[in-house]
């Protein structure tokens, strides 16, 4: 086991010890564990993180995030978390279609980014309520 920290702009989001932890980096998804070497990691904009501890799995939609690990302890700041259980799956729905209309509008180049951006942190939130509720993502 080992330590694992997540901050966020709003506070501390866990700080607790966990087996394995699975963050969507960069380039794709990397699985730390106890004993895992230093490093400083890039996440992708939005995603779904794995905790794993004496419990059992749990997931949250993570976004814009970096993750240390330095020492045996992991550390991750993220601009927004979302536990899968407190995720509204019909809200985030609702945004993700809402995401997908906007793309089919004639929009600026502005636009059509923040489009995007919604629809990934959708997707990701709709993916981590789903993983939370065993089903696939």
């Known amino acids: 086991m080992f330590k694992l920290s997540i901050y ?3 506070g501390i989001f866990i700080e ?3 087996n394995e932890v699975i ?3 960069l380039k794709g998804p990397l699985s730390i564990s106890s004993g895992y070497t230093n490093i400083i990691e890039v996440c992708e904009d939005a995603g779904v993180i794995k905790i794993i501890d004496e419990k059992g799995a749990s997931f949250a939609a993570i976004f814009n995030s970096i993750v240390k690990v330095i020492e045996g302890h992991c550390i991750i700041t993220a601009s927004d978390i ?3 259980i407190e995720v509204d799956l019909d809200r985030a729905i609702r ?3 809402k995401a997908l ?3 089919q509008e004639n929009l600026s180049a502005e636009d059509i ?3 995007k951006v919604k629809l990934a ?3 990701s939130r709709i993916s981590a309520k789903n993983l939370t509720n065993g089903k696939d993502a």
């Open 121 to 123: 942190k959708a997707i």
């Open 101 to 103: 209309n906007s793309l």
């Open 16 to 18: 607790k010890e966990v």
């Open 113 to 115: 980014k923040m489009a």
């Open 95 to 97: 945004a993700k279609d």
């Open 82 to 84: 979302n536990s899968g």
């Open 8 to 10: 966020t702009p709003n």
């Open 23 to 25: 963050v969507p980096s």
